[in-house]
């Protein structure tokens, strides 16, 4: 079966211009988490939806993110006024189940890049 | 609050070799530990996890890890290493209550023949 997708693959914007990623995770899971993994540093987790339930938007960095997650399904990251430190790999993953028993599927990332 | 040390940046051992990762966890309470692999052009993939029990986890790929809560570690081990295992390697703690993961910085496996 299909899993997790995350487009676009790479994406080279100019300082200051907004991004959309967009993650499709697997078809049935419940929860869906977005990281970003920057050059030597471990995933910073950014935010977390389950079903229908409001998104945990603890780990955004700043306002300039936000997420939203249509009909449970596709998962669409946003990031405005982009900047240089924005840059990054931004990777989603989803899993069947709630909490943090159950095992998280990634995507591949996107990587970001702002000049 | 809650971190995750790898302090091994980089490792290179020699096929058919041992394998030890070093993983230290900051964290209050039952932490849940998690070790995943990431490959040149790979998404992470679960290499095996603990929430309790025995504190021996076995994994895919044949891993192993092992749990011990007085030295808050959580070492990822493989008896003999294949040159297909070299990638990066992140440990992650979980809380019981909560949705919050937190990952170490990673250790990069070389593996020369």
């Known amino acids: 079966g299909a899993g997790v997708s995350q487009s676009p693959s790479n994406k080279v914007t100019e300082k200051g211009k907004d991004v959309e990623l967009r993650c499709d995770p697997i078809s049935g899971h419940t929860a869906l988490y977005w990281y970003r993994q920057s050059l030597g540093q471990g995933l910073e987790f950014l935010i977390y939806?389950?079903?229908?339930?409001?998104?945990?938007k603890s780990g955004l960095p700043s306002d300039r993110f936000s997420a939203e997650r249509t009909g449970g399904s596709v998962s669409t990251l946003t990031i405005q006024r982009t900047q240089q430190e924005d840059s990054a790999v931004y990777l989603c993953?989803?899993?069947?189940?709630?909490?943090?028993?159950?095992?998280?599927?990634f995507g591949p990332g996107t990587r970001l890049t702002v000049l | 609050a809650q971190s995750v040390t790898q302090p091994d940046i980089h490792i290179t051992v020699s096929e058919g070799a041992s394998l030890e990762l070093r993983c230290n966890y900051s964290y209050g309470a039952t932490p849940y530990l998690f070790w995943y692999v990431q490959s040149p052009g790979q998404g992470l993939q679960l290499l095996l996890k603990?929430?309790?029990?025995?504190?021996l986890v076995q994994g895919i790929k044949g891993f192993e890890a092992e749990f011990k809560r007085s030295q808050s570690s959580f070492n990822l081990r493989k008896p003999s290493v294949h040159w297909s295992d070299a990638a990066e390697y992140f440990c992650?703690?979980?809380?019981?209550?909560?949705?919050?993961?937190?990952f170490g910085t990673g250790t990069s496996l070389t593996v020369i023949p």
């Open positions: 603990y929430f309790s029990g025995d504190t």
């Open positions: 993953a989803s899993s069947l189940l709630a909490g943090n028993t159950d095992t998280q599927y």
């Open positions: 939806f389950q079903g229908n339930s409001a998104p945990d």
């Open positions: 992650a703690v979980g809380r019981q209550y909560g949705n919050q993961f937190y």
